[in-house]
């Protein structure tokens, strides 16, 4: 079945660091992929999505790219802040299904 | 604004109770999904529903049950509560089938003693 893999967290970094958090998948045919953000004591967010390969993703100044070669849709950002902490996850959904499967998330804690 | 809450946001139960966890949207959404957070595992599916009266089951629906009478609720029920069952619920809803993308409750923490 469909699944996805991302890195072990967690992940400490100080502020103005560089992020990736890798995420991998495995499915038939052309899924969607989905960040989502879950910060401490809330529910998840939406955070970026790409439908198609070669899409990228952005907001809040992360970003993603669908590759479809390397079946992948890692996380970046330039320069994070304290804010960014939270937990990521990175999802895909299958065309004409509204079900998401969630990778185990990874921990970020930015330092200032 | 429209929203989705989850109640209660806490419970602690004992072992073959059971316990009932309220989910409520008030954006109108056809699809509805409960998922269970736990350590290693990220979100599981238990139980989803595209509309009134449809409800199917997720990867982890064993123990677990729900029902839907009207569009905004999503109630799920433990019909004997295991220590198994200890976990964060979190609901979702959408109604976009092109964008997928899902808006989450702030979860319900419970503990099965």
């Known amino acids: 079945g469909d699944s996805v893999t991302q890195m072990e967290g967690p992940v400490t970094l100080s502020e103005e660091a560089f992020l990736t958090i890798n995420c991998t998948y495995t499915?038939?045919?052309?899924?969607?992929l989905f960040w989502y953000v879950q910060y401490p004591g809330e529910g998840l967010q939406l955070l970026l999505k790409?439908?198609?390969?070669?899409d990228k993703g952005s907001n809040k100044g992360f970003e993603a790219t669908y590759r479809k070669e390397t079946t992948s849709f890692h996380l970046e950002k330039g320069s994070v802040q304290v804010s960014d902490s939270a937990v990521y996850f990175c999802?895909?959904?299958?065309?004409?299904?509204?079900?998401?499967?969630f990778g185990k998330g990874t921990k970020l804690t930015v330092n200032p | 604004d429209a929203e989705i809450t989850q109640s209660p946001r806490h419970k602690i139960t004992e072992t073959g109770r059971q316990v009932t966890l309220a989910c409520h949207q008030t954006w109108n959404h056809n699809n509805m999904f409960w998922y269970r957070q736990d350590l290693g595992h990220g979100l599981r599916l238990i139980h989803y529903s595209y509309g009134v009266q449809d409800t199917n089951k997720g990867e982890v629906s064993d123990g677990y049950s729900v029902s839907r009478s009207n569009t905004e609720d999503l109630p799920l029920t433990l019909e004997s509560a295991a220590s198994s069952q200890t976990s964060v619920y979190f609901c979702a809803s959408s109604d976009d089938l092109v964008s997928g993308r899902k808006y989450f409750g702030p979860g319900t923490r419970l503990t099965v003693l």
């Open positions: 790409a439908t198609k390969a070669d």
């Open positions: 499915a038939t045919g052309y899924p969607s």
């Open positions: 999802a895909l959904r299958q065309g004409g299904s509204e079900k998401l499967v």
